[in-house]
């Protein structure tokens, strides 16, 4: 599956922001929850492992989700994540992480897309899968990214989050409860190469066309819409674009107007 090979990919062109880190740089605090760099290469490379353990032995990924759900009660996911690899941090946190990445991607890039595996909410395909690596990789490296004071240079990779995107708009809403007001609102995109992506058709819906790693952004949820220069027209699409959710879980909020930007001097 090329979504393997884009997945480390995406994790390569992350570690290679950190390489350059000192020790002490891995504790600086991102504008994402408050989590260290440390705290969020943790948190790729505890549910790295966990989707290398649902592949290879679904015993193990049982004991691992029982485990989660036991240590994040009453606590945080991260104080979880740390203990679960024994406070691995900066350099060596950075290694382990990106080894995992690269087996993990050589595991899944054999894979049948079709093929079901266990997750923590219902099953997901082998493809399903690896695009949701790919999506957490790229979407917590933004935090990354941002404390580092660097403007990420996306390639058209992001095109897997972009239709993650479009094919989670039934889910923004009924993970909400709430039923979706119209049809899937026309995107169109701009990629990084300058070719144009389309979804979907015209409608009263509306319309939201801009750049797409501003449209990715938005549907990770790490940036509110009004902080972008995408061009929303049509209360359906206004309305989706304000909740958008691509990632599984409990309804989440997007970020504060003004609240996930670029540092103006990184670390």
């Not at 039934?170 to 144009?196: D, H, Y």
């Not at 979907?200 to 750049?211: F, Q």
Request: with cysteine; hydrophobic share 40%; glycine share 8%.
């Amino acid at each position: 599956m090329q979504q393997a090979n884009d997945f480390f990919d995406e994790s390569k062109a992350l570690c290679a922001q950190l390489t350059p880190l000192s020790e002490v740089d891995f504790d600086a605090q991102t504008l994402f929850k408050g989590w260290t760099v440390n705290n969020i290469i943790r948190h790729l490379h505890v549910w790295n492992i966990a989707v290398d353990l649902s592949l290879r032995d679904e015993a193990a990924f049982g004991a691992f989700i029982a485990a989660m759900m036991a240590g994040v009660r009453g606590g945080k996911l991260p104080e979880f994540e740390a203990r679960y690899l024994d406070g691995l941090s900066g350099h060596a946190l950075r290694n382990a992480w990106i080894e995992r990445a690269e087996a993990t991607a050589v595991a899944f890039s054999a894979l049948d897309p079709k093929l079901r595996l266990k997750w923590v909410g219902p099953d997901m395909s082998a493809l399903s899968s690896i695009t949701a690596r790919l999506m957490e990789t790229w979407a917590h490296g933004q935090a990354v990214y941002d404390v580092l004071g660097v403007d990420r240079q996306d390639t058209d990779r992001i095109g897997n989050i972009a239709r993650l995107g479009v094919n989670t708009w039934g889910f923004t809403w009924k993970n909400r409860c709430i039923e979706p007001p119209g049809q899937m609102p026309k995107l169109r995109l701009s990629a990084p190469s300058g070719a144009v992506w389309e979804y979907g058709e015209l409608s009263e819906s509306g319309m939201i066309s801009g750049n797409a790693t501003e449209f990715c952004q938005v549907v990770t949820q790490c940036r509110n819409i009004a902080d972008t220069a995408l061009e929303v027209t049509g209360e359906v699409a206004h309305q989706w674009m304000r909740i958008a959710q691509c990632f599984a879980g409990p309804p989440q909020d997007p970020p504060a107007k003004g609240t996930r930007h670029r540092a103006d001097r990184g670390v």
